[in-house]
């Protein structure tokens, strides 16, 4: 499908839609475009094939729309819309627009937003609102609403209820439309709601700019068809659709050569990458086997589920090289019972096996994680499974988070008899478990030399320089400006729970980097 024929269709979605729900017909506040987003259509998975597009270009008529103008990008959620974010920052500066880094220098300010739990939703609304009387003080001012929460109906409802003054609604399988998308806000003075519910092709070649040259993202897949029973994703970023290798390789290969020391693949689950190539068997074991020849010294992945982590791709990690000895593994729950109404189709036995299995094949492995408190129903007996699973496990750290239901999940509908009181008790406990545990990983540290990729200066302070080790620690040392952007190795003198302070120093061979 080409443009001309892909918006065409995108207009009669539009027309359907509005005719069919004739109590809240929005289409007064609009003269142009106007594609709304629908979580039922969003559940669809569509069965006509995924199409490649590598001839992205800023069209004729928009070049130098951005002469003399400034945007200004906000974000908020994952890796994958942060690495959004870097795409849509290379659209605009392909448009001559210049970036600033605050809202007030900036003629065109963009949310893109992240859906995953109530709290994220309402940072964006409050942000709205500090929004507004920039908008009424400077009327040119462009506001537009992207990412994730522009896929959920109830948001763009809202939006176009209480939020008259946003200018551009879209969402994430049309970012590369953002030219189109502009141009209209430019033109019309009504509102321009652009939101695919179906997923979109995969679009190679797009622009980007990336925030740093020492670490990458490269997305090597897009959507994700887990429909675990509390999540929004599935519906926000659509099918399960996976990259051909050669770009990947392609891509890591550039930054390789373009002198960047670590790259993170990304993908809601990137255990499923390649189950939807119809002519080839590769897998995310053969890719990360592709990569690990290419020249660059560390390469991660994110997020995995345990369901698709194959004996191949164990196989692969276990030869390590630049594929790096740490794993985030989200579990949810300790609790099969759980697991099973979240529908994450596995059990605590099978995570503990795939947890056998790796730390037989890489004994050096660190595992991280994800959990869930408070999942509707959620016993104390339950919960207790979880904590005793984070022992048994022996994760380094994890990102906890209380049960947020997220409207149209088949969870959001389930009777919930646990209060907020005991699901905030739970999440404390679980908080204190975690942070002695991490403090513990941290403090075998101490005497040892690892390698710390250095990013620059501390947060905290500008004497000190600060970078990551293999594992994703933290380590904060004092040198010279000089090695920011290289691997050293720095002795670790003191562990403290989120971070280790260590000195440089130079290494004969006899010493263990770890
Ligand atoms: N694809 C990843 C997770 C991405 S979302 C995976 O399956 O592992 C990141 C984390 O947010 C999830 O692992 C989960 O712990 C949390 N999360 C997702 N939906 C949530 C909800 N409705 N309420 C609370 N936490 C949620
Ligand atoms: Fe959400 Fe589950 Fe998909 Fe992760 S695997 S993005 S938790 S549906
Ligand atoms: Fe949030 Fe969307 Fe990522 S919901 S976590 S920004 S995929």
Request: net charge negative; glycine share 6%.
């Given at each position: 499908?080409n443009?001309?024929?892909r918006?065409?269709?995108q207009?009669?979605i539009k027309a359907?839609t509005?005719?069919?729900k004739?109590?809240k017909?929005y289409?007064k506040?609009?003269?142009s475009?106007?594609t709304?987003?629908?979580?039922?259509?969003?559940?669809?998975r569509?069965?006509?094939?995924?199409e490649?597009h590598?001839?992205?270009?800023?069209?004729e008529?928009?070049?130098g729309?951005g002469?003399?103008?400034?945007?200004y990008?906000r974000?908020?959620?994952?890796q994958?819309?942060?690495?959004d974010?870097?795409v849509m920052?290379?659209?605009f500066?392909?448009?001559g627009?210049?970036?600033?880094?605050?809202v007030d220098?900036?003629?065109?300010?963009l949310?893109n937003t992240c859906?995953?739990?109530?709290n994220a939703?309402?940072?964006v609304?409050?942000?709205?609102?500090h929004?507004k009387?920039?908008?009424l003080?400077r009327?040119?001012l462009l506001i537009?609403v992207c990412?994730c929460m522009?896929?959920?109906?109830s948001?763009?409802n809202?939006?176009?209820?209480k939020?008259q003054?946003?200018?551009m609604?879209f969402?994430?399988h049309n970012i590369h439309r953002?030219?189109?998308?502009?141009?209209?806000?430019?033109?019309?003075?009504e509102?321009?709601?652009?939101v695919?519910?179906?997923?979109?092709?995969?679009?190679?070649?797009l622009?980007?700019?990336?925030?740093?040259n020492?670490?990458?993202?490269?997305n090597?897949?897009?959507?994700?068809d887990?429909?675990?029973t509390?999540?929004?994703v599935?519906y926000?970023?659509?099918k399960?659709?996976?990259?051909?290798?050669?770009?990947i390789v392609q891509?890591?290969?550039?930054?390789?050569?373009?002198?960047y020391?670590?790259?993170?693949?990304l993908g809601?689950?990137?255990?499923a990458?390649?189950k939807?190539?119809e002519?080839i068997?590769f897998?995310?074991g053969?890719l990360m086997?592709?990569?690990?020849k290419?020249d660059?010294?560390?390469?991660r992945?994110?997020?995995?589920h345990?369901?698709d982590f194959d004996d191949r791709?164990?196989?692969v990690?276990a030869?390590q090289?630049?594929?790096v000895d740490h794993?985030h593994?989200?579990v949810?729950?300790g609790s099969?019972?759980?697991l099973?109404i979240?529908?994450?189709k596995y059990?605590?036995?099978?995570y503990?096996?795939?947890?056998r299995?790796?730390?037989?094949?890489?004994?050096n492995?660190?595992?991280?994680?994800d959990?869930?408190?408070?999942?509707p129903n959620?016993?104390?007996e339950?919960f207790?499974?979880?904590?005793?699973?984070?022992k048994e496990v022996?994760?380094e750290t994890?990102?906890t988070?209380?049960?947020s239901?997220r409207?149209?999940?088949?969870a959001?509908?389930?009777?919930?008899n646990?209060?907020?009181?005991?699901k905030?008790?739970?999440?404390q406990?679980?908080n204190?478990?975690?942070?002695?545990?991490a403090?513990?990983?941290?403090?075998?540290?101490e005497?040892?030399?690892v390698?710390v990729l250095?990013?620059g200066?501390s947060k905290?302070?500008p004497?000190v320089?600060a970078?990551?080790t293999r594992k994703n620690k933290?380590v904060?040392?004092?040198?010279?400006?000089?090695?920011?952007?290289?691997l050293v190795?720095?002795?670790?003198?003191?562990?403290?729970?989120?971070s280790?302070d260590g000195e440089?120093?130079?290494?004969?061979?006899?010493v263990?980097?770890?």
């Amino acid at each position: 499908m080409n443009e001309k024929q892909r918006l065409e269709s995108q207009q009669t979605i539009k027309a359907d839609t509005v005719a069919s729900k004739p109590e809240k017909d929005y289409s007064k506040y609009f003269q142009s475009v106007y594609t709304p987003p629908s979580l039922k259509d969003a559940k669809k998975r569509g069965k006509e094939e995924v199409e490649y597009h590598k001839d992205f270009e800023i069209p004729e008529q928009f070049q130098g729309l951005g002469k003399g103008r400034k945007y200004y990008i906000r974000t908020y959620g994952c890796q994958m819309n942060e690495h959004d974010t870097e795409v849509m920052a290379g659209i605009f500066m392909e448009l001559g627009y210049e970036a600033v880094d605050s809202v007030d220098e900036a003629d065109v300010v963009l949310l893109n937003t992240c859906a995953i739990r109530e709290n994220a939703e309402n940072k964006v609304f409050g942000e709205l609102g500090h929004l507004k009387p920039l908008k009424l003080e400077r009327p040119d001012l462009l506001i537009g609403v992207c990412g994730c929460m522009s896929q959920e109906e109830s948001v763009v409802n809202r939006i176009l209820e209480k939020h008259q003054f946003v200018d551009m609604i879209f969402g994430t399988h049309n970012i590369h439309r953002l030219p189109q998308i502009l141009n209209e806000a430019y033109m019309s003075k009504e509102m321009v709601v652009e939101v695919w519910s179906k997923e979109g092709d995969v679009i190679e070649n797009l622009p980007k700019v990336r925030r740093g040259n020492i670490k990458a993202w490269v997305n090597i897949m897009y959507g994700c068809d887990k429909f675990c029973t509390y999540c929004i994703v599935p519906y926000t970023r659509g099918k399960e659709r996976s990259r051909r290798p050669e770009d990947i390789v392609q891509e890591v290969r550039q930054l390789a050569a373009h002198g960047y020391k670590e790259v993170t693949l990304l993908g809601q689950n990137v255990n499923a990458y390649g189950k939807d190539f119809e002519d080839i068997d590769f897998t995310l074991g053969d890719l990360m086997e592709e990569l690990s020849k290419i020249d660059i010294p560390r390469i991660r992945f994110t997020t995995s589920h345990p369901r698709d982590f194959d004996d191949r791709l164990i196989e692969v990690l276990a030869k390590q090289g630049n594929l790096v000895d740490h794993i985030h593994l989200p579990v949810q729950s300790g609790s099969s019972d759980i697991l099973k109404i979240m529908a994450r189709k596995y059990s605590r036995e099978h995570y503990l096996e795939l947890v056998r299995k790796i730390k037989a094949a890489i004994p050096n492995v660190t595992l991280t994680t994800d959990i869930i408190v408070g999942f509707p129903n959620e016993t104390d007996e339950q919960f207790e499974e979880t904590m005793t699973l984070y022992k048994e496990v022996g994760f380094e750290t994890a990102y906890t988070f209380i049960y947020s239901p997220r409207e149209g999940t088949p969870a959001a509908r389930m009777k919930d008899n646990v209060s907020m009181e005991v699901k905030k008790a739970r999440l404390q406990r679980l908080n204190d478990l975690v942070n002695e545990m991490a403090r513990e990983a941290m403090e075998k540290y101490e005497g040892q030399v690892v390698e710390v990729l250095v990013e620059g200066e501390s947060k905290n302070n500008p004497d000190v320089l600060a970078g990551y080790t293999r594992k994703n620690k933290l380590v904060n040392f004092k040198g010279p400006k000089s090695i920011i952007g290289q691997l050293v190795n720095v002795k670790i003198i003191n562990a403290k729970t989120w971070s280790l302070d260590g000195e440089m120093i130079e290494i004969d061979e006899q010493v263990e980097v770890v």
